[in-house]
């Protein structure tokens, strides 16, 4: 099986869990508040690296506690941290203003310094898969080079390349469904659709009551590049990757639930 490199913030949540979002200038009360691991690289590292993945984590964290709650985070998931740079500062945060029906409203915290990080390409082989779960201009080169050396290269929208074989993103991501790659668009309760060689393929969202759909995306994300590391089909990997969102906002976390093997 070929190893994962996963680009991308690592963030440490805050979940308020609302009874709705208030307009300006009103108040609402949490009736729940927790602390937890999160952002859209991490959570896809540890997805795959639960399902049994060999996965390398690329990103930052800050020389703050949250840094070391992600660091201890990621190593007890058997996720590779070679490549996490620890920049001064904090890391990554968000709340996460989540309601009733699952659905949350997103606030950084924190600048975002991800586009200074290296990325490491001459470590990543022939076959390997990369994914940007995040994509700023400099990354460009990087995933060219990548490209070119034989790994399949990913990345969630704008990452428009001729390096990448597939963008996967909401539909809020996507301004313009490019013609020149695959774009998967995740549409919620509404499914996915695929859009590839100029036709467009819908596939329904699996029916799930949703308690948090944070995460959601992300475990879609792995889902779907689990499926390519074992050579199977677009539409194999979108369906686990429905499986494993499906999963993940049944339950209170930011990181995806996964089965620990596939």
Not at 133 to 145: L, V
Not at 202 to 229: K, M, N, Q, R, S
Not at 232 to 237: D, F, K, Q, S
Request: some cysteine; overall charge negative; hydrophobic content about 45%.
């Amino acid at each position: 099986m070929p190893d994962f490199w996963i680009i991308g913030p690592i963030a440490w949540d805050l979940a308020l869990y609302v009874d709705h979002i208030p307009p300006s200038g009103h108040f609402v009360q949490a009736d729940e508040g927790v602390e937890r691991p999160g952002g859209t690289g991490a959570n896809v590292a540890v997805a795959l690296s639960q399902a049994g993945g060999r996965v390398h984590m690329v990103g930052y964290i800050g020389d703050d506690a949250a840094g070391r709650n992600m660091t201890t985070t990621l190593t007890a998931a058997g996720v590779g941290i070679d490549h996490v740079q620890v920049l001064p500062g904090h890391t990554s945060s968000v709340v996460l203003l989540i309601e009733p029906d699952g659905e949350r409203t997103i606030i950084g915290i924190h600048p975002d310094l991800l586009h200074t990080i290296t990325i490491p390409v001459d470590e990543v082989a022939a076959g390997d898969i990369v994914y940007f779960a995040a994509w700023h201009a400099p990354f460009t080169i990087p995933a060219e080079t990548m490209a070119a050396a034989g790994a399949l290269v990913t990345s969630v929208p704008p990452g428009t390349t001729p390096a990448m074989r597939y963008l996967i993103g909401s539909r809020n991501d996507f301004s313009t469904i490019p013609e020149d790659t695959t774009a998967i668009v995740t549409e919620g309760a509404e499914g996915v659709t695929v859009h590839a060689s100029g036709e467009r393929t819908h596939y329904p969202a699996i029916p799930t009551e949703a308690v948090d759909v944070t995460g959601a995306g992300d475990a879609f994300a792995a889902g779907f590049l689990w499926e390519l590391a074992q050579g199977r089909t677009l539409a194999e990997g979108v369906k686990l990757g429905r499986t494993w969102a499906a999963a993940t906002i049944q339950t209170k976390a930011s990181i995806p639930n996964v089965p620990h093997s596939c």
